[in-house]
């Protein structure tokens, strides 16, 4: 079976997550990506290292690509990006608007390369406001967008360990970027695909935006207890924790029933979600007690019986071992030269039909690819050997 993409040729010049995840997504379904880093190695292969000279977000961004390095903003480096580019179906580069320029990576400079060249990037704030200038990471899209202001405790907030905005944005910007290419079939034309580390917090975070804006109810956190419902928190039980979701009317019926509270479906204290929010202290309380007389997997089989939302609060090792996460087959063992055990790098976490990914190829080794990537766009053996002879790769 042709793969979905390919045929589609990306040149990744990402860092990182928003960037590097976004070419991930396309490389696995086909598109052949080139990832460029430094002659010694990008920022993001090293963090978290474990083996082989990598770290382990380099081995989740990196799948199914080639890795050349080059100094885009040396001269000859410029010559070779021009080259790269005029094959290139798409570009990614999730830098600084004066860093891409600096580079010769901006988009008007790539078009004079390709007119119809479709642009990948993204910034911490956006391109446009006081703070456009401004650069950052995962943190400062969920700082600013309500989000962490609401975990935690009022004098303390948390934000999440796992980079959502990152990862989200990545998303986003992967989503527009299948746009772009169909755009491009249908009119010829290339363009800009923008994205921003705030602007996907703050999308993500709306609906509080939205009850705040409407209706100010100034809320402040209250640690895993929801606000909007109840009970909706994460309890103690006999030997670890589990979160528990309770929301709508059918749910609150099977809840109270199994809880032995049949009276609390006519108390008016807690007639719909809302109300029982604004009551989530005293209900919390009724769901914590019974949690705390049983075990983990007793309540999670319970209350999993009674169609009740509820899991295990889960350590990274019991995540690992976790019967339903590896029935999912999403984490794939992934060898890579120098690592003491395979990898469990996790795949595209949603299933097409009819469009499965390409087999997994490892991540590559920094450069193992410079030489084929520069040898397939006309450079002769004595071309490749001046340029390494020179810095440029």
Not at 127 to 147: E, I, L, W
Request: glycine share 10%; net charge neutral; with cysteine.
């Amino acid at each position: 079976m042709t793969a979905l993409l390919q045929g589609i040729k990306v040149l990744d010049f990402g860092r990182y997550i928003a960037g590097p995840y976004c070419a991930a997504l396309l490389a696995e379904y086909g598109a052949d990506v080139i990832r460029i880093e430094k002659r010694d190695g990008s920022e993001d292969r090293f963090p978290a290292q474990v083996g082989g000279g990598v770290g382990a977000l380099f081995l989740q961004m990196n799948r199914n690509k080639r890795s050349m390095t080059l100094d885009p903003a040396s001269p000859k480096g410029r010559e070779v990006v021009a080259r790269l580019v005029r094959e290139a179906d798409v570009v990614i580069a999730n830098l600084p608007a004066a860093t891409l320029v600096a580079m010769g990576l901006d988009y008007a400079t790539l078009c004079t390369y390709r007119s119809d060249i479709i642009f990948v990037t993204n910034t911490a704030f956006g391109p446009v406001g006081p703070m456009s200038a401004n650069v950052g990471f995962d943190g400062v899209g969920q700082v600013m967008s309500g989000a962490v202001y609401m975990t935690g405790e009022p004098d303390q907030p948390y934000r999440a360990a796992a980079p959502w905005v990152d990862f989200g944005t990545a998303l986003h910007c992967a989503f527009g970027t299948m746009a772009a290419l169909m755009h491009r079939q249908q009119t010829g034309r290339g363009q800009v695909v923008t994205g921003a580390l705030l602007a996907t917090a703050v999308t993500v975070n709306n609906a509080a935006l939205i009850e705040q804006a409407v209706v100010r109810p100034n809320r402040i956190p209250t640690g895993n207890r929801g606000q909007t419902a109840a009970p909706s928190d994460i309890y103690r039980t006999r030997d670890g924790f589990v979160l528990v979701a309770v929301t709508g009317q059918p749910l609150y019926k099977r809840w109270a029933r199994l809880m032995g509270e049949p009276e609390w479906l006519t108390d008016p204290r807690f007639a719909d979600d809302d109300a029982r929010g604004r009551e989530g202290v005293l209900i919390s309380e009724r769901m914590g007690r019974w949690c705390a007389e049983r075990g983990t997997d007793e309540v999670v089989t319970i209350l999993g019986e009674a169609k009740i939302p509820c899991a295990p609060v889960l350590s990274p090792q019991q995540t690992l071992d976790h019967p339903q996460v590896r029935a999912l087959g999403v984490l794939q063992d992934t060898d890579y030269p120098g690592l003491p055990r395979p990898a469990p790098v996790a795949a595209v976490p949603v299933w097409l039909s009819d469009t499965p990914p390409v087999p997994r190829r490892r991540p590559p080794q920094l450069g193992e690819h410079t030489d084929q990537v520069l040898a397939e766009h006309g450079y002769s053996a004595d071309e490749i050997a001046a340029l390494r002879g020179a810095g440029v790769i």
